[in-house]
């Protein structure tokens, strides 16, 4: 036994596993595994990046991240100085743990909700309080009913991953109005990009409600295409951006990753691409599994959860024999939803691959 003990919680942490990216033997895989964009980065992101490695990579970071502040609070109509980066936006999830919760206190997570939130829980020795969802949404009222004397952050994905499901704009200012003044509401709006629904905000506004217990986090690694370059942001309140920057690492974004998010941002056709072939593979790809005999949960991210009529058996089978063809999608059953896949939206080519695949998996 290792005589040196890690602070409580950590070994109740599962370890993250990330998507895989290959199959023994196969040269070209195609990967539908970890959300990431069939379109890649902007091009002009890519040229960022390169210019600012050939400046010196001898020179630390920009700490601030002033440019990318400025080109972020420019793109979306907000005051720079209330905008914090990161080294993607799971450093927040943790620096935000970190920030306002230790051991004794609880943090509330929804039944789905994405996996990094119970790990970011459990390793400040906090509680991870879940909190059972309806048809895969969240649920307001359970989430409210939680709630505990101890209870210190709520941390909701909107859209979530893995189920795509969203809560609207009033849902989500139900939320905030059923917390007490005191407990932080962490809206996590990775794949806020990607929505298209009239009633869904990714909530800047509760940021600004007057009572700064509410912050909004959002990356660079979904619609953008720069998953390799770790960049997060967040939008929130001045206290308790003060308190993240306190803890987080003074050097926190590459050189390259300021650059390559800075060009980035800028490029809205780029991302008016990304979104426009995401909005039509969503459905198209959702009907075409139901045609097979899936349950689709309706996906504003860039990713559908598929349900196989024969559970969990035939979900891993489905999972092998998109294997064997050199296909990657993402098992879930970390998530108890093991009668499920998780499939990113890929190329056009990828997605045709991936149904036709299918289709010979169910005759
Ligand atoms: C992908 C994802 C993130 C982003 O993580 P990064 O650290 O920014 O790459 C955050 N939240 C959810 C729900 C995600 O699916």
């Known amino acids: 036994m290792h005589p040196i003990k890690p602070r409580n919680g950590i070994l109740n942490i599962t370890p993250y596993k990330a998507g895989d990216a290959k199959i023994e033997g196969v040269a070209n895989v195609i990967k539908l595994a970890s959300n990431e964009s069939p379109l890649g980065p902007s091009p002009a992101a890519v040229d960022a990046a390169k210019k600012a490695a050939d400046a010196g ?26 905008i914090i980066c990161s080294g993607g936006s799971e450093e927040l999830l943790h620096l935000l743990a970190k920030g306002y919760a230790t051991d004794g206190d609880e943090i509330i997570y929804c039944q789905y909700g994405f996996i990094a939130y119970p790990i970011t829980i459990n390793a400040v020795g906090a509680t991870p309080v879940m909190v059972s969802e309806d048809n895969y949404t969240a649920n307001v009222d359970g989430i409210i009913a939680a709630v505990t004397p101890r209870t ?78 770790r960049v997060g942001w967040a939008y929130g309140p001045p206290s308790v951006l003060d308190i993240l920057h306190r803890i987080r690492g003074t050097f926190n974004v590459t050189v390259m990753s300021q650059a390559a998010a800075t060009a980035a941002v ?14 039509k593979w969503v459905p198209e790809m959702s009907k075409a599994l139901e045609d097979m005999g899936m349950t689709v949960t309706p996906s504003q991210g860039n990713f559908i959860l598929a349900h196989f009529p024969g559970g969990p058996e035939q979900a891993q089978a489905a999972d092998t ?33 991936l149904l036709s695949v299918m289709k010979t998996f169910f005759t």
């Open 321 to 353: 024999f998109l294997r064997s063809k050199g296909i990657i999608v993402r098992p879930v059953g970390n998530y108890d939803l093991a009668g499920a896949l998780r499939i990113t939206i890929g190329t056009d080519a990828e997605n045709d691959a």
């Open 266 to 279: 800028r490029d809205r056709d780029h991302v008016a691409k990304a979104k426009a072939h995401n909005l």
């Open 57 to 82: 990579l001898q020179l630390y970071p920009d700490p601030a991240c002033t440019a990318l502040r400025a080109a972020i609070g420019e793109v979306h109509g907000l005051d720079p100085t209330q």
């Open 152 to 229: 210190k952050l709520v941390n909701l994905a909107n859209p979530n991953n893995p189920t795509g499901t969203y809560l609207t704009k009033a849902e989500v200012q139900r939320l905030r109005n059923g917390l007490r003044d005191d407990i932080l509401l962490v809206l996590d709006a990775a794949y806020a990009e990607y929505v298209e629904q009239d009633d869904y905000d990714a909530g800047f506004e509760l940021v600004d409600n007057g009572l700064e217990n509410t912050i909004v986090t959002r990356t660079f690694s979904k619609i953008y295409g720069l998953a390799g370059a």
